[in-house]
């Protein structure tokens, strides 16, 4: 089964067109790493995954029932969460240019 997964990745056009990896390259290979039960390689890849992954549940549950969770609160945490994806790109620039 995640050989399918494997072998119908999707491209990153950011890296196609710039040559530089993406806020999120790597989130697809981690993912898939982390349904395989590999939790410590999954972080090791992209380590931001599991804040995105949950913040990708607030914000379903949030859709399904304003009255769960607020939409402040999903803001607020989109917004930590995108500080650590930005924070993780740019210590993969920084390594990545040493």
Do not use: W
Not at 11 to 16: D, F, L, N, Q
Not at 21 to 47: E, H, T, V, W
């Amino acid at each position: 089964m995640f050989s399918l997964f494997v072998n119908h990745m999707l491209p990153c056009a950011y890296k196609s067109l710039f040559g530089i990896d993406c806020p999120f390259c790597g989130a697809q290979r981690s993912l898939l790493l982390l349904l395989k039960g590999d939790i410590g390689d999954s972080l090791l890849m992209y380590p931001p995954l599991l804040p995105v992954f949950f913040c990708a549940i607030l914000f379903s549950i949030h859709l399904a029932n304003k009255r769960i969770i607020a939409a402040e609160r999903v803001k607020r945490y989109s917004m930590i969460v995108l500080g650590i994806v930005m924070i993780n790109y740019g210590i993969k620039l920084v390594t990545a240019l040493i």
